[in-house]
């Protein structure tokens, strides 16, 4: 059964490889391979819901992803989440170009009478890619000083936009920023 469903930017590969780096040292070390294992991809992710109409959503991505040109992203920082299930985290440089990107992607699922819930609102949303979850605590400090051994900032595009449902993540839908339809399952 679900768990929810989320809509994400996925990478360029060049930067997608330079995140993969990341998940797989991490996994190497058996530090975390949670996200290898429920088959994720890298991304940042712009909303998330328990329950959605997939095919109102998929409108209006659609619409979305074909007036959006590739977004320029720099992932310069590394970071944790307050939560209980210690995610790891590169953050992107904070850009208008990003900022505006979700706000304009809220907008358009608010007038299509989608709730934007408290964590994804423009106003509190915080954009990170993850690159592991479900950290033991005690292996949090050896995972950070993995991490800053990546060579950052790592700079690319987000070029894909998608619906996915997890556990384990599949993809329902993408689109091409700036392009038409490219997959459907």
């Not at 944790?80 to 210690?86: A, E, G, K, T, W």
């Not at 790891?88 to 299509?112: I, N, R, V, Y």
């Not at 949090?140 to 998608?162: D, N």
Request: with cysteine; proline share 8%.
């Amino acid at each position: 059964m679900s768990q929810g469903y989320a809509i994400e930017v996925y990478f360029d590969p060049a930067l997608e490889n330079q995140v993969l780096k990341a998940w797989n040292v991490l996994a190497r070390r058996q530090i975390s391979t949670q996200l290898i294992e429920i088959e994720s991809r890298p991304h940042i992710t712009l909303f998330t819901s328990p329950f959605v109409d997939a095919a109102k959503l998929e409108n209006v991505v659609r619409n979305f992803a074909a007036k959006q040109e590739p977004l320029p992203l720099s992932f310069s920082s590394i970071g944790s989440l307050p939560s209980d299930n210690n995610v790891l985290f590169l953050g992107p440089t904070p850009s208008l170009s990003l900022l505006q990107f979700h706000s304009q992607l809220c907008d358009a699922m608010k007038k299509e009478g989608f709730e934007i819930g408290e964590e994804h609102r423009p106003d509190t949303w915080i954009p990170f890619c993850p690159v592991a979850e479900e950290v033991p605590k005690t292996r949090m400090a050896e995972a950070f000083t993995l991490l800053r051994e990546l060579k950052l900032p790592v700079s690319g595009y987000a070029v894909e936009i998608s619906l996915v449902e997890y556990q384990p993540v599949r993809e329902l839908f993408s689109f091409t920023l700036g392009m038409h339809h490219i997959t459907e399952i």
